[in-house]
């Protein structure tokens, strides 16, 4: 481990660090960071811990990390995997590994392809998914883009534009391990317009809804118009 004119920290071994405001962060091996942290830029390729709470302005994971506290970043790229325990909040958010938040997720353009599990809300302006997520709570965003490689489930869904797809290339790994095409469950999706395929939902309101094929919907409710695949089930339908 070595400082550099008390502005970088660099770590490529085994080492405890303690907490500050630094320019730069990295670990390249494995490291914990005792205290809150603020930093313009912090690179984990090792495995990295950090204890207090993490303000950064662009983060990059391509080992793993565990955050024990909140974390809020500007940009931040996961590759690897990612634990965060508290809340994140992230404006620009893209990740191609494994992220876990124990608490609420708040950002601005979310883009994942990978694993995603937010145990309370995910609220962002643009999100946009391909693989799998579960989210305890609400998800909510002015556009939605999901496709379903996986099975993928959230309490609520609501949003200005949703759309969800299956996988039509190739093969999924819900298929491949246990015969049976991804779904997206929910108990309720509402939006202005919505196009849904394999997805569950005991109540589905929008504008202008579609209910694709691979659905199971409970109750419908539209506002202006509802088209249906002939191989959705809707079990009951109303024009608000």
Avoid: W
């Amino acid at each position: 481990m070595r400082m550099e004119n008390n502005h970088d920290l660099i770590i490529s071994g085994t080492a405890k660090a303690a907490g500050g405001k630094y320019r730069r962060v990295e670990i390249s091996g494995s490291a914990t960071v005792n205290g809150d942290l603020t930093c313009d830029y912090c690179r984990i390729s090792g495995s990295g811990k950090t204890d207090g709470d993490v303000k950064v302005k662009i983060m990059k994971v391509s080992g793993t990390s565990h955050h024990f506290g909140n974390v809020e970043a500007q940009a931040m790229d996961v590759s690897g995997a990612c634990h965060v325990d508290g809340h994140l909040a992230c404006e620009d958010l893209k990740a191609s590994g494994s992220l876990k938040v124990d608490k609420h997720f708040t950002g601005e353009k979310t883009e994942v392809n990978g694993t995603l599990t937010i145990k309370g809300n995910c609220a962002s302006e643009h999100f946009t998914i391909k693989g799998s997520f579960k989210i305890g709570e609400m998800l909510n965003a002015d556009t939605i883009e999901i496709m379903l490689y996986q099975n993928a489930s959230a309490k609520e869904i609501g949003g200005s534009t949703i759309q969800v797809r299956k996988e039509h290339k190739g093969f999924s790994l819900s298929k491949l391990f246990n015969g049976l095409q991804p779904m997206l469950s929910a108990d309720v999706i509402e939006g202005d317009d919505i196009s849904l395929e394999n997805t569950k939902a005991r109540v589905v309101r929008g504008k202008n809804v579609h209910i694709g094929p691979g659905c199971m919907i409970d109750l419908v409710e539209y506002y202006e118009e509802l088209t249906q695949d002939q191989e959705a089930e809707v079990k009951s339908f109303k024009k608000l």
